[in-house]
């Protein structure tokens, strides 16, 4: 199969792309798709031989279920069975946005993409052109992360053509992601809400509108099955094995510095993916292109936004050893550090 990227940069002028990707959605086909957090492999939601071309691309596991993609808030009564009050509040706030509800399903939702749970994950994004999409396609859209299960999210059109080349018919460009990490998810079955995921909708921002919030155990490595069945699968991890060095950014550079001699003297080539501070003091004993640089340190928007693409570029490099720098665990620094153990198997010296 050929598979085809078509930039959109005017949705009103590309009306006639927007409505082939609509077709070829309803016809049970597969459309990749820019939000604003990772880009999305689409198909329709309700078609459970759509949805099982998702699954075959992807190679991943049938037991993790998909989330559904809806363009407002009249398509959310359409899959789920009921709408309690905490995720009324979290729609009137944060949607459309980076966050996913995890809501009781109407049986109108598939058995197969849901792995037999008796709840689904719903999002609206805000992407304009997720949004296009999902009006042209006029049904909710079942999109994972458009990666091979198992790698970095992709971010980029670039990233997603590497994985789906020859997979899919079609990749709808949209530019960068603007988040770069996938939307937090929460889980509103329960009395008290939960983050199954964390993701740019901060536990604090929840803890706003709902008062409390809960935090899945497995998000912070406890030794718990999470409850996103995604979530226990190997994730994000770059072809060599990352050791993640967690402490305060101040100590950070000599840690670095004193952990890359070790690794030099043992005849290691070790790669490092870390702030702009950290890998500018380390141009002196590592080559450039081993230096990823995901963004100034604290600067955490910017670090999230870069995370997946330098995971990625630590695969073009030669090293046989990564070194990652943490971040704090505060804010959006939950979310990039549940990525950073996740791509490190919760590998971490603490500095
Ligand atoms: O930002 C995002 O959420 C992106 C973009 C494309 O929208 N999508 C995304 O989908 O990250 P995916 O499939 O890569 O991650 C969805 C996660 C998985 O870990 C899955 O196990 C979990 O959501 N999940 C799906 N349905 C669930 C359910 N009913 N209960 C608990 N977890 C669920
Ligand atoms: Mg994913």
């Not at 995890?102 to 949004?131: C, F, N, S, W, Y």
């Not at 992601?177 to 921002?205: K, Q, Y």
């Not at 919030?213 to 718990?224: E, F, M, R, S």
């Amino acid at each position: 199969m050929k598979t085809e990227v078509v930039k959109i940069t005017d949705i009103r002028a590309q009306q006639a792309e927007l409505a082939r990707a609509g077709k070829i959605l309803r016809g049970g086909g597969l459309v990749a798709f820019p939000t604003e957090t990772v880009y999305g492999l689409g198909a329709n939601g309700l078609d459970a031989d759509a949805c099982a071309n998702i699954y075959a691309a992807k190679g991943r596991p049938s037991d993790n279920p998909l989330i559904l993609h809806v363009a407002d808030r009249a398509m959310v009564d359409t899959i789920a069975a009921e709408v309690p009050a905490m995720a009324e509040k979290l729609l009137a706030a944060f949607c459309p946005g980076p966050i996913t509800l995890i809501l009781r399903r109407k049986d109108i939702v598939p058995d197969r993409i849901t792995g037999g749970l008796q709840t689904v994950g719903i999002r609206m994004p805000e992407h304009p052109v997720a949004r296009a999409m999902i009006r042209a396609a006029g049904v909710p859209i079942a999109a994972p992360s458009a990666n091979i299960s198992g790698r970095p999210s992709p971010t980029t059109a670039a990233s997603v053509l590497r994985d789906m080349d020859g997979r899919i018919p079609l990749i709808l460009d949209g530019g960068p992601c603007h988040f770069g990490v996938e939307s937090t998810i929460v889980d509103c079955t329960e009395p008290v809400a939960t983050i199954l995921r964390p993701g740019a909708i901060t536990r604090e921002m929840l803890a706003e509108v709902l008062g409390g919030v809960k935090l899945d155990p497995a998000i912070v490595g406890a030794k718990t099955v999470p409850k996103a069945p995604g979530m226990k699968y190997k994730h994000y991890a770059p072809d060599a094995p990352m050791t993640l060095l967690e402490g305060p950014a101040a100590k950070m550079l000599p840690a670095f510095r004193r952990q890359i001699r070790r690794l030099l003297g043992e005849g290691h080539r070790p790669g490092v993916l870390a702030s702009t501070e950290v890998t500018a003091g380390l141009r002196d004993i590592l080559p450039a292109e081993r230096l990823m640089d995901y963004g100034p340190q604290g600067d955490l928007p910017t670090i999230a936004s870069n995370i997946y693409e330098k995971l990625i570029a630590c695969n073009d490099t030669d090293a046989d050893i990564l070194l990652g720098e943490g971040t704090t665990e505060q804010g959006l620094g939950l979310a990039i550090m549940n990525r950073l153990h996740k791509a490190s198997g919760f590998h971490s010296i603490v500095i």
